[in-house]
């Protein structure tokens, strides 16, 4: 029981160093730190949570690098919100970590554009994950919901369609179980 709690704690360290040096200025030791934190996986999600709202830029760039990199569902809340950032290359990193992700961001992505719809980024970075998806043949967009993203004159009925969408794939999901 010791060693399990020694084990924990040590863990919790390591992660701790590994994501302050996130925000160093030495671009080798923030990458060595995000591959390391990537091999750690899903607990290090948690500690990065905090540094996507971080007020620096690279800071926020490496949380949300590491967070695609690791490719684990449990990052899904923290792509959605780097989604929604004011820099277009963070909303890139968090649109190409929801791409990787593939299927399993589907419906979260959908039930979070139903919120945000209002939002030129977040629709522009749905866009870009539904496209992406849609190449990838993992979406099949039959709710038309790409043009409907583009379009701002239609943007009243976005979340119906969304919600329509929803129903769709849930339906879909629950006939494979």
Same mark, same amino acid.
Do not use: C
């Given at each position: 029981?010791? /060693?399990?709690? =020694?084990?924990?704690?040590?863990? =919790? ?17 923030? =990458? =060595? ?8 996986? /899903?607990?290090?999600?948690?500690? $990065? ?9 690279? /800071? ?5 690098? /590491? ?20 820099? *277009? ?33 977040? #629709? ?20 038309? $919901?790409? *043009?409907?993203?583009?379009? *701002? ?14 129903? #769709? ?9």
């Amino acid at each position: 029981m010791k /060693t399990s709690s =020694k084990n924990k704690i040590n863990h =919790k360290s390591i992660i701790g160093g590994l994501i302050k040096n996130l925000s160093s200025k030495n671009g080798v030791e923030r =990458k =060595k730190s995000r591959h390391l934190l990537a091999k750690i996986g /899903t607990p290090a999600i948690a500690y $990065l949570e905090e540094l996507i709202s971080s007020e620096d830029l690279t /800071t926020r760039w490496e949380a949300v690098k /590491t967070v695609g990199q690791i490719k684990n569902k449990e990052g899904i809340p923290l792509l959605l919100k780097a989604l929604n950032d004011e820099e *277009f290359d963070i909303r890139w990193l968090a649109a190409e970590g929801l791409i990787a992700l593939g299927i399993i961001s589907l419906i979260p992505l959908l039930e979070e554009l139903a919120i945000k719809y209002q939002s030129v980024y977040f #629709r522009l970075g749905a866009h870009h994950v539904l496209s992406e998806l849609k190449k990838k043949n993992i979406y099949d967009d039959p709710a038309d $919901l790409l *043009f409907l993203l583009n379009d *701002f004159i239609k943007e009243p009925i976005i979340p119906v369609e969304v919600e329509k969408e929803l129903s #769709r794939l849930t339906r879909q999901s629950k006939n494979r179980e």
